[in-house]
């Protein structure tokens, strides 16, 4: 499993796959024996949050720290935590932040203590998603999430699918649009991750803890 470093904060837009990403990963480092704790600050998705796997989370001893907002009609992002404590007491963070500017303002709270700890902000793209279908359209989104949030960006992560319509092959050809995408940002592409049953050469096999919304 690529190091992604100790503090990790994915974005991406809606439907990208960020948030199953955030917790495979979450559940991953935990089973290498990490002390784990995944922060829930998705202001965008009222639909799929972190804070949903409680359970799951606790059966691998991950700590959840989720806002006050979770799961309510709420929008205002309070977490109401000293986050520079958080991140010294545990090996790792996952941050799963919403997938625009207005969903990055919850990280841009925090944005001086995440720099000063050396955050990495990971870039999910999903080529098969609407508003990011080609680089231009990936690259002007992360501007303005890095400008709100003021964390730059450190790598793309490919999460192209189509649900549960995907093959391998849907996966494979998307490439070298992440490849654009990286450019376009002035980024590199740190990895593809593709549903472990699909046996996709050099991904990163992750497990479907959410279907698409337009699967429900």
Known sequence: ???LG?????TGHYGSGKTNLAVNLAVDYAKAGDRVCIIDLDIVNP???????????????IKLIAPQFANTNLDIPSLGIDMAAVISSSDRVIIDVGGDDS???ALGQYSSVLNNFGCALYYVVNRYRYLTRTPGE???LLRDIEQVSRIKAKGIINCSNLGSET??????VTADYAVQCGNAAGIPVVMTAAERSLDVEGAYPVDIYIRPFWEE
């Open 47 to 61: 639909y799929f949050r972190t804070a949903d796997f409680t359970e799951l989370f606790m059966q691998h001893g």
């Open 103 to 105: 969903g990055a303002i």
């Open 138 to 140: 990936a690259a002007e």
């Open 6 to 10: 100790r503090i990790i904060a994915v």
């Open 167 to 172: 093959t391998a092959v849907d996966v494979t």
């Open 1 to 3: 499993m690529t190091d």
